[in-house]
């Protein structure tokens, strides 16, 4: 079994609403050990891609989107869901993002500066579940004219939609785990490895 199914097995709370929480090794609390084993994980996955920025959110992806830049010697980039007053509205990208877990909408934001049209994007996030957060960050890299070269997730919870629609848009989908059900609180891995 992989080391990221295993730590969720023996550290992760499955919550209401479909949430697991993994706040002692990846959300609050942040093990940099399974972070390294995450960072090879996507560059080997995406290593053919010419990947030249990787792209997130805050705040929950960062960690294992900065890991995964300096394998892969690029810059990493977060889109911030506060507006930096010393960006104006013509120097920026943004778009609306839907949180699964807060159930808010917010603007996020990215500077004009740190994405350009000949980029090659790898987009990296702590969860996938319905696909709002990787859907807006990849409004944000077609704002800019770059390329999305994929999506890389550690923890997707399949049984929601998020993966249909990334792949219905033609976005590679690499998840280090992968979720089958939650049901009656039990986690179930859709494959067996
Ligand atoms: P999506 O946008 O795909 O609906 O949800 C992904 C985002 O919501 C991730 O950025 C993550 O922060 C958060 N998220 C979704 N599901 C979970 C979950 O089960 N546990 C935690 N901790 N965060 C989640």
């Not at 959110?57 to 869901?81: D, N, Q, R, W, Y």
């Amino acid at each position: 079994m992989s080391y990221l199914k295993e730590r969720i097995l023996k550290d992760g709370k499955v919550l209401p609403n479909n949430v697991i929480k993994v706040d002692s090794f990846m959300n609050h609390q942040i093990d940099p050990q399974i972070m390294q084993e995450i960072g090879i994980d996507f560059y080997y996955r995406f290593r053919q891609a010419g990947v030249t920025k990787v792209l997130t959110i805050e705040a929950s992806g960062i960690a294992p989107a900065i890991i995964t830049a300096a394998h892969f010697k690029v810059p990493m980039l977060f889109a911030k869901k506060t507006q930096p007053s010393t960006l104006n509205n013509q120097e920026r990208y943004e778009t609306d993002i839907h949180s699964y877990t807060k159930d808010v909408t917010s603007r996020v934001i990215i500077s004009k500066q740190y994405l350009r049209a000949d980029d090659r994007v790898l987009i990296i996030d702590d969860f996938l579940a319905n696909g709002e957060a990787a859907l807006g960050l990849i409004d944000l890299v077609e704002q800019a004219g770059a390329t999305v070269v994929g999506v890389g997730i550690c923890i997707e919870k399949s049984f929601q939609v998020g993966r249909q629609k990334l792949e219905a848009k033609g976005v590679p989908v690499h998840s280090i785990c992968r979720i089958a059900s939650l049901e009656n609180q039990q986690i179930e891995f859709l494959e067996s490895n």
